[in-house]
C-alpha cells in the first residue's frame, strides 16, 4: 500500500488531463506537461550499482536518501515561477512565436511581441503602413532551431483545454533587469538584440536601466562574416556578448561578439556576481560537494552551491564523479524565491554561443519491441536503454495505459517492453517513449504521418457553427467544414453526430507546418474507389474521379478535389442538354463525377467535364445534328423568329424557317433597360419577331438578340469578326455579359469580348460596378489596350472616350426608339382581347378624363374611378394633386402623364395649368422652360411652363450614361430647360425635346412644415419582427406576457404563440409624475399582464378597427394602467379618423402630459406622443424662457420622459398637436416671450421671428435700459431673445428688449428711461438719443420710435459744455461726431425765441432741432407767435422733410452717435399736440433727403424709393391731416414742384452711382447675387459670399452658394472650380462631419484632377491640425500616385514638419524606388531643400554631396546648393563650395553664370580683396580656356 502511495501521491494525481481536449499543442507539450501535473517526484540518477547499495533499512539512510531525492526533484511546471531565469533552446520558429525546449523535458513559448523592444517598435510601424518593410526580418530570419536562448518566464496559463502553458520573454529588458549599471563589469558574458544599425557599429539592447551598449564594427566583423553569411545585423538579432570596456560607471559600455572570447568565457568572482543577479548559461567553474544516487551538488564562486540532475551529467563521466573534483558547469535556471541554482555538466553547454546540434531523433514514431529497462523512478518514470546503447525516458503516465493497471513490478531493471519513440527532448538529450497502447497502435502520431486523400477515424469532439471537430490522434484534430457533414447541405448536423461518436474521415487537406486538418465526411467521397487526384499531375486526361462542386456561376461549375486542385467545367461540358442557368441546376458542395479533359500542371489549371464518355446519349446525338447541318444558321445573321413559349429569363423561339430552337433573353429584346421585361410581358406564343441576329451558337444552342443598335452595327459591317482586326482607338457596340468587383466584361455580336476595368468604367467615380452597369444592357466600348498573344482587350465606357456624336441627336434618337417601343407594346396589347388592356392601349398622355374621386391615400395621393372602363386604376400622386382638398365622389377633370404598361395603371394630374392647355404656336428649335411631371426609367415627361403642354425628353444623352449621382438625378416638380424637336405631339401623345445643360435646372419648392405628415415617422424594429404572424385578440381582452425590450415611449411585450404587441408610456401609470420615464418601471423579461386597446397595421401605422379585416395582422396595443386592467378599459379611436379630427379634441390652453420621443436639431422642435395615436411637437422656443435650456435642450430633455405641456392652438401642423412648455403661448401685449432674430436693420431695429411664423419688431430705442454707440452690434440672425410685447395695434407686434420689461424683478437701473408720449418729457430734463439726420437749418434727433417732434437745445449754455457744433453756421455743415452735451435751465429771452421750435408731426416722428441760421434770424413779436410760426414752416419745411427708412451708406457711428439734449416747452402744446394713430401704410413716396457739398453721405434706404416720384403734394405728408401742413402745400408753385422733382432723380442717380462704384463692399446676400450674375467665373467672388454667410454662421446657405458656384462657372474655368471645391473642403472640415467631408472629397475628385484635389484636402487636414488623417491621406496617396514626384516631397515635408526625420528618409528611400530614375536627382535636391529648411543642415549637407559627387555636371543640383548654404550655412562654406564649382569643366556659359554668382556674393558679404581675387580667378579661366582653343 505505501508502495502504491509513492507512484501515486495523493493530491498529485489527480489532475490527469482529459483526452478529448487534447489537440491543438503537439505532442510535445503533452510529454512535458505530464511531468509537471502527474509527478511532483524527483528523478534520481540510477547507477548500476543502485538498488544493491539500499539493502540497509535503516531510519535514518531513509531519511536522509529522502531528504536527497526532494533535495534533486526535477523541474515541473509547478516549480516553475514568474521572473524565473531559465536556459532554453530554440525548438520550433513560427511566424509569430517560437517553441523553446527547457530543461527536464518542459516546453515554453515566446510571443513575437517578446523579442526586444525596437523589434515590436518596428512591428507597430509595418502594421500601421500596412505594407512590409524592407529592413524587417521575420521570426524564422532571426532565429533557428538549436539555438540557445536566455529567458525569463513572464506567465503561467492555463490553455483552453485545460493543459499548462508556459509564455517567455527574451527581452533583454526581462533577462537582464536583476544587473544595474554600476554592476556591470569587463568580460561578462551578456545576451542582447540589435535594437539600431549606426555609422560604425550596432546600437545593442541589453536592458540595463541607464546603459548604452555599443557594438563597434570591427568586433562584429567576425561574426558577421562566420554566423550571418557576411549581412549586416538587422534589428531584433540576438547576440551573446562580452563586455570589453565599462565607461562613465556603468553608462556607455563597449561590446564584443568574437567568437574565440564568447566561446570561452567563464563567470568569475571578480565580476562579483551574487544570487540576486546570477544569469542562465554563465559558465562558472565549479567543485563536487557531493555525489547522490540522484544527482551531484557542486560549489561555484567560492560562496554558492548548486545541484545537478541526473539528466544533466556528462553522459561519458556518469558514475565517475568524486567529491572535491574540479567541474566546469553552465547553469540552468535560477529560483527567485528559493534560490535554488541549477547546473549542467554536459559539453554543449560549456560552449556559450554554440547551437545544440542533435534537435531530433531519426526514428521518430518508431515501434521498438524488447526494450530492456535501464532503471525505474517511482515519481518520475523509467529509463530505457536501446539498441544503439543509448538512454530513453519515459514519463511515469506513459508508462501504463490508466493508474489502475500500473504494476511497479513490471520495470525492474532487465525487464523488456514495447514502446514507441514520441518525442524528444533536446535540452536533455533524450528521446521520449510511451508504453500506452493506444499510442503504440494509433496510425497517426503527427500530422506529418497524414496524406491527402487517406481514409481517417476519429471521435467526435465538438460541433461548431464552423463545422464539426473531430479527433484523429492523440495530439490531432481535425475539422469538417459544415459543407462536408454529408453528401447535402445539413441543417441540424448535432441530430446526426453526437460527441464521442466514432466516424470515418477522408482528409481534404493536410499541412503539417500549420497543424491544418480539414476532412470531409461526404459518404461518396469516402466510399469512391475511383483514383484520387492530389496534385494537378495526377489528373492525366480521361481520368475519371469524385470531386465536390465549390461555386457555380454562369461560365460554369469549378469543382475541387484532395489538396485544394481544383478545376474548371465550361458551361457547355456541364450536360448534353444545354444549361441555360447552372445556378438552378448545380448547388455547392455537390459531389460529382467528372472526366478530366486536359490539365496544366504549371500554370495549375484543369478543364473537366461532366459528360463521361461512358455515358450513351451523345453517341445518338450527332445523328439528330446532321440533319440540322444543311439548314444551320450562323453567328451574325439575321433572322425571322416565331415566339414558341416564355421561361423567367427570356422567349424559347423557332428560327424561322427550318424552326431552329433557340433562345432570346429578355434583356436582348431591347437597346433601353427598362422595355426588356414590357416587351417580354407582352410578347405571345405566336407572335413574329423580324430582323433578329443570331450571337452565339454552341452545342446545336443558339443565342439571339434584337437590340437594334447590334443589329445595325452587324448590318453596316461594322463588327469585327476576329481578333486580328480590332486594334487600339476603334469604337465598337456591344453588351455587358458580366459585372465583377473589378470592372465589366463586354462582349461583341461576334463573340469577343473584353474586360472595361472600374478605373476606365466612368467618367464619374466608381464606387460599385453594379450601380453603373446591368448585365445585358448595350454599351458603346473603346478599345484601349490589346493583347494579341493572350487574345484579350481592355475597354474604356467613359463618356469622354465614347462619343456618339452631338449628344442632343444622340438623346432625341434614344428618346424617339424607345417610344417606338412602346407604341409597338400598344399595338401588341391592342390584339387582347381584354376590354381593359385595349382600352389602356389608346391611352395616351395629354388626353383629357373626367374622373370621380374614389379615395385619398394616406400618402396624399388619390385614387379616380369612372373611367371609360370599370377597372381601371387611375391615381393623381401627392404632388398632382396640385395641393387641392378633394373629397371622394367629388368630380375632376384630370390630364393623363404617363400609362404603365406593367401595372396597368394611369397616372394623371390635377394640376390647372395641364388641364387648361394654352394653343399656342410652338417653332421647333425654340427653348422653353418646363417643369418636370413624371418620371420613367429612361425618359421623363415635363410640361412646358407657358402652355402646358406635356414633352418627352429621354433623361441620357449616351447608351453608357446610366448613372446619377442623387444630387443629379432629376425629380418631380423640378424646372428644366427644353429645346423642341417636334411640334406636333403625334401618335405618342408627346412633343419630343432635348433637355438643356444642367446648370439651367431649378429645384422644386420645399414642403412646408404644415404639409409634412409623418415624415419623421421611425419604426421601431423589434416591432417589424414577427408582424406576420395572425392573431385572434380583440379589443378589451386580457393578455399576460414578457417584456422583449424597452424603448423610451413604448415597451415591446412578446405574447403568448410569440405574438408580439407594444405598451405606449401613457398606458403604464394612471397618474405620471413629471420628469419620470414611465417605460422604466418595467424591466426586461418581467411578466406583464395587460389589457388589449387597439392594433395597429404596420402598413399605415393606424389603429384598425376589429371589424377590419387586417386586424388579425395587427400588433396589438395594450394597457397595464390599474385603472384600465380593472375594468373599465378604453379603446382607442379606431374608426378611420383623419389625424386632424382626433387633434381637435384638445382645446387651446387645456394641459396634457406627453412623454418625449426625440429632439429634431434640423426642425428645432421637440417631439412628444400623447397617446399612441396623438403625436405632438414643442418647439425649441417654447421649451423654456431660460437661454441656458434653449442653447442645450439635450441636457434639459431627456428621452422618455414625462413633460407637462399646454397645448397651444388650432394653427398647428396637419398630423401633430402644437405643445408649450411655458403655458399658453399668446403674444399679447404685457406677455414676455422667446423669439429668434431674422433680420438686423442698421439704425432701425430688430425684426424677431415667434412659433407660427408671428414676426415682430424691436426699435433701437428698446434695445437696452441704457442706449449705446451699437446698438445692434450684439444681435446676429438666429439668435435667441427674450421679448416684453408692448402692443399688438394693427396685427403689428411691438417689441421691447430693455431688461426692466423681461425681466421686472431684477430692478435693474434704467440710464435712458423709455419715452413714449409727450408727457414723458419735462423741460429742463436730461436726455440721450440718436441723430436722426442733419439739415442745413438744423439737426433732427430721435428719442423714441414715434413720430413726435420736441423743441431740444444743446447750446453751452444750456449744457454747460463746449458748443457742439463749429462757430461759424454759414459753412456747409461739418459732419456729426459722437459728441455728449448735457442740459441745463437757460433764461435768455431773444436766444430763446429765435430757438423756438413747437411740437410738429413730422413724418418720422423725429425729435428735431433747429441751429440758428443767419437768413432765419429775424426778431418775432410775442403775440404774434402763433402766425410766425407758421411763416417759419412755409419759408422752411419742405426741405426738412426726412426719408421714412433712412439708410446710411456712411458708418453706422455716424447717424446713430448718442447725443445728450435740452428739451425746451413750448408755449401751445395744449393746441397742437393731437397725435393721430398711425395708419396702415404701404410704403409711401417719399422726398428724397438733401445732399450738401461737403459730400455728407445721406442714408437712403435702397427699398424705400420708389422708381417715379410723384410730386410731393401727393407725398405721405397730406395722408396727415394737419392744417399748417395743408395750407403749404396749396401755396406749393409749379417751380417748386419741378424743383422737388430735380432733387428726387438727382438722389436715384446719386445712388445708382453709389450701386455702381466699384470700391463699394456687398452688405447683404442681394448684394452678393447682384456681384456674381455679373462676373458668374469670378471664385474670388463666390468664396467672399460663403464667407458671408459663414460670417452668420449660416452653415447651410454657405454650402448652397458654393453648390451654386459649381453649378454657374464655366466649365472651362477649371481653376475656378477647383478653388471652390477646395473652399467647399474646408466648409466641410471646420463645420461638417467627417462623412460630409468625404462625400464632398470623393465628388471633387471626380471633377477635378484628383492630385490637386488630394493635396489640397492633404493642406486642411495640415492646417487643422488632424495630423493622423493627413498621414492617412498622404498613404492613399502614395499607392495612388506613385509615380508623382510632387506628391512624395509633400508627405516628405509634412514628415519633416512634424518632426519625424527617421519617416522622411524612409520616404526618400521609397520615392527613388517607386520614381522612374531621370526624377532622382530632382526629388533627392528637393529633399536636401527641405532638410536644410526643416530638419538636419548636416544631414542635408550630406545628401548634396552625396548626388554630385554622381552627378557633377547637374549646374541646377549645385545652384541649389549654393542657395541653401547662403541661407542656412557659414561664409567659408559658401566660398568652398564656389571654388569647388568654378573648377568644374562646364562650358563656358555656365561658368560664367557661377563667376557672376560668385562675384555678386563676395561684393555684398566680403572685402575689396576678396572681389579682387575671385576676378583674378575669372580672368585665369577666360586665358586657360583661350589656350587650349589656340593649341
Not at 441543417?491 to 476532412?519: F, Q, S, T
Request: charged share 25%; net charge positive; aromatic share 6%.
Amino acid at each position: 500500500m505505501a508502495n502504491l502511495e509513492e507512484s501515486f501521491p495523493r493530491g498529485g494525481t489527480r489532475k490527469i488531463h482529459k483526452p478529448e481536449k487534447a489537440f491543438q499543442q503537439s505532442v510535445e507539450q503533452d510529454n512535458l506537461f505530464d511531468i509537471s501535473t502527474e509527478e511532483g517526484s524527483t528523478k534520481r540518477k540510477k547507477s548500476q550499482k543502485g538498488p544493491a547499495k539500499t539493502k540497509k533499512l535503516k531510519i535514518e539512510k531513509r531519511e536522509s536518501i529522502k531528504s536527497a531525492r526532494e533535495k534533486f526533484e526535477i523541474l515541473s511546471v509547478e516549480s516553475l515561477c514568474e521572473g524565473m531565469r531559465i536556459l532554453g533552446c530554440v525548438k520550433e520558429v513560427n511566424e509569430l512565436e517560437l517553441v523553446i525546449s527547457l530543461p527536464n523535458g518542459l516546453k515554453g513559448f515566446v510571443q513575437v511581441t517578446e523579442i526586444c523592444d525596437a523589434y515590436t517598435k518596428k512591428l507597430n510601424e509595418q502594421v500601421t503602413q500596412e505594407q512590409p518593410l524592407k529592413d524587417l526580418l521575420h521570426l524564422p530570419e532571426l532565429f533557428s532551431p538549436g539555438m540557445l536562448v536566455r529567458c525569463v518566464v513572464s506567465s503561467l496559463g492555463i490553455t483552453d483545454r485545460g493543459k499548462k502553458s508556459v509564455k517567455l520573454s527574451l527581452n533583454p529588458k526581462n533577462v537582464n533587469r536583476v544587473l544595474s549599471a554600476e554592476a556591470l563589469k569587463p568580460g561578462m558574458l551578456l545576451t542582447g538584440t540589435v535594437s539600431s544599425l549606426e555609422d560604425h557599429g550596432y546600437l545593442v539592447d541589453i536592458g540595463v536601466d541607464g546603459t548604452r551598449a555599443f557594438l563597434p564594427l570591427l568586433k562584429a566583423q567576425e561574426y558577421i562574416r562566420q554566423k550571418n553569411k557576411g549581412a549586416k545585423l538587422k534589428v531584433g538579432q540576438y547576440l551573446n556578448c562580452i563586455v570589453e570596456k565599462v565607461k562613465g560607471n556603468g553608462g556607455v559600455v563597449s561590446l564584443s561578439t568574437g567568437h574565440s572570447e564568447v566561446s570561452t568565457a567563464i563567470a568569475t568572482e571578480d565580476q562579483s556576481w551574487n544570487l540576486n543577479n546570477l544569469l542562465p548559461g554563465l559558465v562558472v567553474k565549479a567543485q563536487v560537494q557531493k555525489v547522490t544516487p540522484f544527482g551531484l551538488t557542486l560549489n561555484f564562486l567560492t560562496f554558492f552551491t548548486g545541484v545537478v540532475d541526473f539528466m544533466h551529467l556528462d553522459p561519458k563521466k556518469a558514475g565517475t564523479y568524486f567529491s572535491n573534483q574540479a567541474v566546469r558547469a553552465c547553469i540552468l535556471c535560477i529560483h527567485p524565491r528559493t534560490r535554488v541554482v541549477r547546473l549542467s555538466l554536459r559539453p554543449i553547454f560549456l560552449q556559450p554561443g554554440r547551437p545544440l546540434t542533435r534537435l531530433s531523433c531519426q526514428n521518430f514514431g518508431a515501434v521498438l519491441d524488447d526494450v530492456p529497462v535501464q532503471g525505474f523512478f517511482k515519481k518520475a518514470g523509467a529509463t530505457f536503454r536501446l539498441k544503439d546503447g543509448v538512454l530513453a525516458y519515459a514519463r511515469l503516465s506513459h508508462l501504463s495505459d490508466s493508474k489502475n493497471v500500473f504494476n511497479p513490478e513490471a520495470f525492474k531493471p532487465g525487464n523488456t517492453h514495447k514502446c514507441r519513440i514520441i518525442d524528444y527532448s533536446q535540452m536533455d538529450e533524450l528521446a521520449l517513449l510511451s508504453l500506452r497502447t493506444s499510442i503504440i497502435e494509433a496510425p497517426y502520431l503527427r500530422y506529418h504521418d497524414i496524406q491527402p486523400g487517406a481514409v481517417v477515424k476519429g471521435t467526435v469532439l465538438t460541433i461548431k457553427s464552423y463545422g464539426m471537430l473531430v479527433k484523429v490522434g492523440e495530439q490531432m484534430r481535425g475539422l469538417v467544414p459544415p459543407m462536408h457533414l454529408a453528401d447535402i447541405l445539413m441543417k441540424n448536423p448535432e441530430k446526426k453526430y453526437h460527441i464521442g461518436d466514432e466516424v470515418k474521415c477522408r482528409v481534404l487537406l493536410c499541412d503539417p507546418e500549420a497543424k491544418k486538418l480539414m476532412m470531409t465526411l461526404k459518404k461518396t467521397l469516402i466510399e469512391s474507389k475511383l483514383p484520387v487526384i492530389t496534385c494537378y499531375a495526377d489528373a492525366k486526361p480521361g481520368l475519371q474521379t469524385h470531386g465536390f462542386i465549390i461555386r457555380v456561376k454562369d461560365y460554369g461549375c469549378i469543382v475541387k478535389f484532395y489538396n485544394n486542385v481544383q478545376g474548371l467545367v465550361p458551361k457547355h461540358e456541364l450536360s448534353t442538354e444545354y444549361i441555360p442557368d447552372p445556378e438552378r441546376v448545380f448547388y455547392t458542395g455537390q459531389v460529382v463525377k467528372v472526366a478530366v479533359l486536359n490539365c496544366e500542371p504549371s500554370k495549375e489549371r484543369m478543364l473537366l467535364s461532366f459528360k463521361l464518355s461512358s455515358d450513351p446519349e451523345p453517341k445518338k446525338e450527332p445523328a439528330g445534328h446532321s440533319q440540322k447541318k444543311g439548314k444551320a444558321i450562323n453567328i451574325g445573321q439575321l433572322v425571322d423568329v416565331k415566339v414558341l413559349e416564355k421561361t423567367k429569363d427570356g422567349l424559347e423561339v423557332a428560327v424561322l424557317p427550318h424552326n431552329i430552337r433557340a433562345f432570346l433573353p429578355t434583356s436582348h429584346l431591347s437597346d433601353h433597360v427598362a422595355n426588356g421585361p414590357l416587351l417580354h410581358h407582352w410578347l405571345q406564343a405566336g407572335d413574329i419577331l423580324h430582323r433578329v441576329l443570331c450571337l452565339s451558337q454552341s452545342e446545336g444552342h443558339v443565342l439571339l438578340c434584337r437590340k437594334p443598335a447590334l443589329v445595325s452595327t452587324v448590318e453596316g459591317g461594322q463588327d469585327p469578326k476576329n481578333f486580328s482586326e480590332i486594334h487600339p482607338g476603334m469604337l465598337l457596340i456591344g453588351f455587358v455579359k458580366s459585372i465583377k468587383d473589378y470592372g465589366v466584361f463586354i462582349q461583341f455580336p461576334s463573340g469577343l469580348s473584353g474586360l472595361a476595368p472600374k478605373a476606365i468604367m466612368s467618367d464619374k467615380f466608381v464606387t460599385s460596378t453594379s450601380d453603373h452597369f446591368v448585365e445585358g444592357q448595350t454599351v458603346a466600348a473603346k478599345v484601349t489596350n490589346v493583347d494579341e498573344e493572350k487574345q484579350r482587350m481592355l475597354l474604356s465606357l467613359r463618356l469622354s472616350d465614347c462619343g456618339l456624336g452631338d449628344l442632343a441627336t444622340t438623346s432625341l434618337l434614344l428618346l424617339s426608339q424607345c417610344l417606338e417601343e412602346l407604341q409597338g407594346v400598344r399595338s401588341l396589347m391592342s390584339n387582347r382581347d381584354s376590354v381593359l388592356i385595349q382600352t389602356l392601349a389608346e391611352m395616351t398622355p395629354g388626353m383629357f378624363l373626367d374622373l370621380v374621386v374614389q379615395e385619398v391615400l394616406e400618402d396624399g395621393s388619390v385614387v379616380f374611378s369612372g373611367g371609360p372602363v370599370p377597372d381601371l386604376v387611375l391615381r393623381a400622386s401627392r404632388y398632382h394633386r396640385a395641393g387641392q382638398e378633394v373629397e371622394s365622389g367629388q368630380k375632376k377633370k384630370v390630364v393623363i402623364l404617363n400609362v404603365d404598361l406593367l401595372k396597368l395603371e394611369v397616372h394623371v394630374s390635377l394640376h390647372q395649368d395641364l388641364v387648361n392647355r394654352k394653343a399656342k404656336k410652338l417653332r421647333k428649335g425654340s427653348e422653353h422652360q418646363a417643369i418636370v411631371q413624371h418620371l420613367e426609367k429612361s425618359f421623363a415627361i415635363a410640361s412646358l411652363v407657358e402652355t402646358g403642354h406635356l414633352a418627352a425628353f429621354s433623361l441620357s444623352s449616351h447608351l453608357n450614361d446610366t448613372f446619377r449621382f442623387d444630387s443629379e438625378k432629376l425629380q418631380v416638380g423640378q424646372g428644366v430647360s427644353l429645346t423642341l424637336k417636334t411640334t406636333e405631339p403625334g401618335v405618342t401623345g408627346l412633343l419630343l425635346a432635348v433637355e438643356g445643360p444642367a446648370a439651367k435646372r431649378t429645384m422644386r419648392p420645399t414642403r412646408k412644415d404644415s404639409e409634412t405628415v409623418d415624415e419623421d415617422e421611425e419604426v421601431d424594429p423589434a416591432l417589424t419582427v414577427g408582424t406576420i404572424k395572425k392573431h385572434t385578440l380583440s379589443i378589451g381582452d386580457m393578455v399576460t406576457g414578457t417584456v422583449k425590450s424597452i424603448k423610451p415611449t413604448h415597451v415591446v411585450v412578446t405574447l403568448e404563440d410569440g405574438i408580439i404587441g407594444c405598451i405606449h408610456a401613457s398606458h403604464i401609470l394612471d397618474d405620471v409624475p413629471e420628469g419620470t420615464s414611465p417605460t422604466t418601471k418595467l424591466k426586461v423579461g418581467k411578466t406583464v399582464t395587460a389589457r388589449v386597446i387597439g392594433g395597429r397595421d404596420m402598413k399605415t401605422f393606424k389603429y384598425l378597427p376589429i371589424s377590419h379585416p387586417r386586424f388579425v395582422r395587427t400588433i396589438p396595443e395594450l394597457s397595464v394602467r390599474p385603472s384600465e386592467l380593472e375594468d373599465g378599459h378604453t379603446a382607442l379611436n379606431t374608426h378611420s379618423v383623419s389625424p386632424m379630427e382626433k387633434i381637435k379634441q384638445y382645446q387651446a390652453g387645456q394641459t396634457v402630459t406627453c412623454f418625449l420621443k426625440k429632439y429634431n436639431v434640423v426642425k428645432k422642435w421637440l417631439e412628444v406622443e400623447i397617446a399612441p395615436d396623438i403625436r405632438g411637437r414643442i418647439p425649441l422656443l417654447l421649451t423654456s424662457l431660460s437661454f441656458k435650456v434653449l442653447k442645450h435642450p439635450d441636457k434639459k430633455f431627456r428621452v422618455g420622459q414625462a413633460l407637462r405641456a399646454t397645448v397651444v392652438g388650432p394653427d398647428s401642423s396637419k398630423a401633430f398637436l402644437c405643445l408649450s412648455l411655458i403655458g399658453p403661448h399668446k403674444l399679447e401685449e404685457g406677455e414676455v416671450a422667446m423669439g429668434r432674430v431674422v433680420k438686423v436693420t442698421p439704425n432701425e431695429g430688430l425684426t424677431v421671428s415667434f412659433p407660427f411664423g408671428k414676426i415682430g419688431t424691436a426699435s433701437i430705442f428698446h434695445m437696452s435700459d441704457s442706449y449705446s454707440e451699437t446698438p445692434l452690434e450684439d444681435f446676429v440672425p438666429q439668435k435667441v431673445v427674450r421679448c416684453y410685447i408692448l402692443s399688438t395695434a394693427d396685427n403689428v407686434l411691438t417689441l421691447s428688449l430693455r431688461s426692466s420689461r423681461t425681466n421686472p424683478e431684477t430692478k435693474s437701473k434704467v440710464e435712458d428711461p423709455e419715452i413714449n408720449s409727450i408727457q414723458d418729457i419735462k423741460e429742463g430734463q436730461l436726455l440721450r438719443g440718436y441723430v436722426g439726420s442733419i439739415q442745413p437749418h438744423g439737426v433732427f434727433f430721435r428719442l423714441n420710435h414715434q413720430k413726435n417732434l420736441v423743441e431740444l437745445s444743446f447750446l453751452p449754455g444750456d449744457t454747460g459744455k463746449p458748443d457742439v457744433l463749429s462757430a461759424s453756421l454759414e459753412g456747409p455743415l461739418p459732419k456729426q461726431e459722437e459728441r455728449k452735451t448735457e442740459a441745463e435751465e437757460r433764461d435768455q429771452k431773444g436766444e430763446k425765441k429765435n430757438q423756438k421750435r413747437n411740437e410738429k408731426k413730422n413724418q418720422k416722428g423725429q425729435e428735431e432741432v433747429e441751429l440758428p441760421s443767419k437768413e432765419k434770424q429775424q426778431p418775432q413779436k410775442p403775440q404774434a407767435q402763433k402766425r410766425g410760426r407758421r411763416e417759419r414752416w412755409e419759408s422752411g419745411s419742405e426741405q426738412e422733410r426726412v426719408s421714412k427708412k433712412p439708410k446710411k451708406a456712411g458708418s453706422s457711428e455716424e447717424d446713430d452717435s448718442l447725443v445728450d439734449v435740452y428739451y425746451r416747452e413750448g408755449k401751445e402744446e395744449a393746441e397742437e399736440t393731437n397725435v393721430l394713430p398711425k395708419e396702415k401704410q404701404t410704403k409711401p413716396a417719399e422726398a428724397p433727403r438733401l445732399q450738401l457739398s461737403s459730400g455728407f453721405a445721406w442714408n437712403a434706404r435702397l427699398d424705400s424709393l420708389t422708381p417715379a416720384l410723384p410730386p410731393l403734394a401727393e407725398s405721405s405728408d397730406s395722408e396727415e391731416d394737419e392744417k399748417p401742413h395743408q395750407a403749404t402745400q396749396k401755396k406749393k408753385s409749379k417751380k417748386e414742384r419741378e424743383l422737388e422733382k430735380q432733387k428726387a432723380e438727382k438722389e436715384l442717380s446719386r445712388i445708382e452711382e453709389a450701386l455702381m462704384d466699384p470700391g463699394r463692399q456687398p452688405e447683404s446676400a442681394d448684394d452678393f447675387d447682384r456681384l456674381v450674375l455679373s462676373s458668374p467665373n469670378s471664385s474670388i467672388l463666390w468664396l467672399q459670399y460663403m464667407a458671408f454667410h459663414l460670417q452668420a454662421t449660416e452653415i447651410e446657405k454657405a454650402r448652397a452658394v458654393a453648390e451654386r458656384a459649381l453649378k454657374t462657372i464655366s466649365f472651362r474655368e477649371e481653376q475656378e472650380k477647383l478653388n471652390v471645391w477646395v473652399a467647399l473642403l474646408n466648409l466641410e472640415n471646420m463645420y461638417g462631419s467627417q462623412e460630409s467631408l468625404t462625400k464632398v472629397f470623393e465628388r471633387a475628385v471626380q471633377y477635378n484632377e484628383p492630385l490637386k484635389v488630394f493635396l489640397h484636402l492633404a493642406d486642411i487636414y495640415t492646417k487643422s491640425e488632424k495630423f493622423q488623417e493627413a498621414g492617412e491621406l498622404y498613404n492613399r496617396m502614395l499607392k495612388r500616385f506613385r509615380q508623382e514626384k510632387a506628391v512624395w516631397i509633400k508627405y516628405g515635408a509634412f514628415l519633416l514638419r512634424r518632426s519625424q526625420a527617421g519617416a522622411s528618409h524612409r520616404v526618400l528611400q521609397r520615392a527613388l524606388e517607386c520614381l522612374p530614375s531621370k526624377e532622382h536627382v530632382d526629388v533627392i535636391a528637393k529633399f536636401a531643400q527641405l532638410e536644410f529648411q526643416l530638419g538636419d543642415a548636416e544631414r542635408a549637407k550630406a545628401i548634396f554631396e552625396n548626388t554630385l559627387s554622381t552627378y557633377p555636371k547637374r549646374t541646377d543640383v549645385w545652384s541649389v546648393y549654393i542657395d541653401m548654404t547662403i541661407k542656412h550655412g557659414s561664409q567659408k562654406d559658401v566660398r568652398d563650395i564656389f571654388e569647388r564649382v568654378i573648377h568644374l569643366s562646364l562650358a563656358p556659359k555656365r561658368m560664367k553664370f557661377f563667376f557672376k554668382r560668385y562675384l555678386d556674393y563676395e561684393k555684398q558679404h566680403g572685402t575689396e580683396k576678396d572681389v579682387q581675387a575671385v576676378k583674378a580667378k575669372a580672368l585665369e579661366y577666360v586665358e586657360a580656356k583661350s589656350s587650349v582653343l589656340e593649341d
